[in-house]
């Protein structure tokens, strides 16, 4: 029995919502292993439009069980907030349906606080564009071995003593900006306070999921952002606070790697990106404009407008190898309908230099320039095609060119935002 692996292979964006919803509809269990509330799905199920941030995709299924892992960081008001927000549309998530893991970190109001200080006080072309909702702080506190996680929410007597060690480090901070310091008797009743709201989801993950596995269940990984967005192998410092790669599937939520049977990245048939930081095909012109008119290139939790480009083979070929992709699902293909030429960058100029890689180092990054291979475009509509014979020959040719650059086949072909306007090559789940 296969477990799946969804993975952004860009900047997150890439239409994730619609291919996470298919194959949670296959799934048992559908499992978020990182990221937080930043994260933004869409999806239209039965004619309702659903927006998650926090929740895994299959919530919105009766008889899946969804599953927080311990890679993750919880915002317990924006938990409570998106389950309301859901009860109100009809759909009532109880904990019988959804399981957050003990050792989930919390993210609390001073992490939000802090993330939006910090944006606020950088210079405009340094700043990171976080969506402040305090993912970034909330990790650091994890790694520095001072969060509060959800199973300290059921010590009562020993919080007032997490709590304390918290602030004597937060409090420092806060005073070196001149904002008031957090009173931890203050902190320690709001912690008590959600406390009974969030506890009965409480689970130990790792062996629930060890279970369903040995049961055979099938298990659905669903990443959030995208792999150039890891804090490890993106483009650093202008990432995300956690591993977006696939094998953080593993760590960020106790399961064994060898569990991992199937990794599917979400590719985008061109580029985006939301935030600051390095983009080498972005184009500011009247192109650039017309994909984010045709795309509704516009974020689910901030509203901001996306940055867009041609499509980067040189950075999914990368991610490809850095999360161990099988097959790719190629979204958003109709938005280059009707383009005469089309534009793929096989490989940079990076100070008269030519390579095939991105490079580590954020200015070498910021300097490369693309080198682009020029297609001819298609003037019929690919949107809604079933089949590969509904296909204009330009963009058959356009998306196997596509899967012999980055080196890994289309599992998944998407034409349209509606989820049977798919062209399926090959169901992950039965690898
Ligand atoms: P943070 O995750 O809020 O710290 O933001 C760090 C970077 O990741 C910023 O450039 C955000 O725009 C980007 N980011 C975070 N979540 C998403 C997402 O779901 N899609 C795309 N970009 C994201």
Redesign the pocket.
Known sequence: MANVVVVGSQ???EGKGKIVDWLSEQADVVVRFQ?GH???HTLVVGGNTYKLSLLPSGVVRPGKLSVIGNGVVLDPQALLDELARLAAQGVVVGPERLRIAENTPLILPLHRELDALRENATVESAR??????G??PAYEDKVGRRAIRLVDLAEPATLPGKVERLLAHHNLIRRGLGVPEVDATTLVCELNAIAPKVLPFMDRVWDLLDRARREGKKILFEG???AL?DIDHGTYP????SNTVAGAASSGSGIGPGALDYVLGITKAYTTR????PFPTELTDAVGKTLGEKGREF?V?TGRARRCGWFDAVLVRQTVRTCGIHGIALTKLDVLDGFTELKVCVGYKVDGKQIDYLPAESGAQARAEPIYETMEGWQDSTAGARSWADLPAEAVKYVRRVEELIGCPVAVLSTSPERDDTILVHNPFLA
């Open positions: 900047w997150g964006d990221g930043n994260a933004g990171i564009g976080t969506t402040k909702r993912i970034g959030a952002q995208g967005l202008f990432v995300t606070s939301v935030g600051g930081g974020g939790v």
